[in-house]
């Protein structure tokens, strides 16, 4: 099974949920590996990876096997990202190109329950090989207009990749994140992404992700978020996201 978690806007908790997600599904048994397909690296960071040795660079450069890079970190197995994936728009153009990364992971699927992707805030041959080798998609969003905006042109990529490249991609649903329920606009926004995850066919989901201290506390101590703060609302949203989750994607198939 492997979800990409994806939206092109900034800073809406992309590689905070892919930590959260790699780190829960370890600790309840499951075999997970993330890639970390942003050229900024934040999820090797956040998770301690090392980005000096075998990275998504030399596997999509074809110069190393998947299986050669994979990292055990205290989150669960994870293969880091390279500064050098910034070009990849550049010299990914080989025929075929939108499908360098399901191929390069084929031979795991069989060794995880999950493989979770993270991408960088672009809608670039990157994300497109992350959808095109994904069964789901998880969008994280702000409870802001900018970002309801972003998720329009992610649709119309979606759409897209299910059309030429992969049919069977589905969207898992909008998880609200950095979620704030003083702010006196976060209400309405709340209602209308519910409208627009409906008019994509899929859903918002019920449980959403609060701002926390813990969050920026744990990156820097570079330790999962149920260790650092098992009790912090940020941590019990990310627990019970993961369940819900779970329930829709299935349980390590
Ligand atoms: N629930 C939260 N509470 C507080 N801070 C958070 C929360 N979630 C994320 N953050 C902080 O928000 C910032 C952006 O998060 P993150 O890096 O995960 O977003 P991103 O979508 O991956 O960004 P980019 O698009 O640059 O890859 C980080 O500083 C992170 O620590
Ligand atoms: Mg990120």
């Known amino acids: 099974m492997i979800i990409t978690v994806t939206n092109q806007k900034g800073g809406v908790a992309k590689s905070t949920t892919v930590a959260a997600l790699l780190a829960a599904l370890t600790q309840r048994g499951y075999k997970a590996l993330a890639l970390d397909?942003?050229?900024?690296?934040?999820?090797s960071l956040i998770t301690k990876a090392n980005i000096k040795g075998g990275t998504m660079l030399s596997v999509l450069g074809e110069e190393q096997k998947a299986a050669d890079v994979i990292q055990h970190t205290s989150f669960g197995d994870v293969i880091a990202s390279h500064a050098g994936l910034a070009g990849a728009d550049i010299w990914l153009k080989d025929i075929?190109?939108?499908?360098k990364l399901k191929e390069a992971i084929?031979?795991?699927q069989s060794k995880y329950d999950y493989i979770i992707i993270d991408t960088p805030p672009a809608?670039?041959?990157?994300?497109?090989?992350?959808?095109?080798?994904?069964?789901?998609?998880?969008?994280p969003s702000q409870a802001d207009i900018l970002s309801m905006q972003g998720i329009t042109s992610l649709t119309e990529s979606i759409k897209g990749i299910k059309k030429y490249c992969n049919p069977n991609?589905?969207?898992a649903g909008i998880l609200l994140t950095r979620y704030n329920a003083r702010n006196i606009l976060t209400a309405n926004i709340t209602e209308m992404l519910r409208e627009q995850a409906q008019s994509m066919?899929?859903?918002?989901?019920?449980?959403?992700?609060?701002?926390?201290?813990?969050?920026k506390e744990s990156q820097i101590?570079?330790?999962p978020l149920f260790e650092h703060a098992p009790k912090a609302n940020p941590t019990i949203d990310y627990e019970n996201f993961v369940d819900e989750l779970l329930d829709i994607v299935g349980k390590g198939e």
Do not use: H, S
């Open 37 to 43: 397909l942003d050229p900024q690296c934040n999820l």
């Open 96 to 99: 075929g190109k939108e499908y």
């Open 106 to 108: 084929e031979p795991l």
């Open 123 to 139: 809608l670039g041959i990157l994300t497109v090989n992350a959808m095109v080798a994904a069964d789901y998609v998880v969008i």
């Open 169 to 171: 991609l589905k969207i």
């Open 201 to 215: 066919g899929t859903i918002l989901f019920k449980n959403t992700i609060r701002e926390g201290i813990a969050v």
């Open 221 to 223: 101590n570079q330790v």
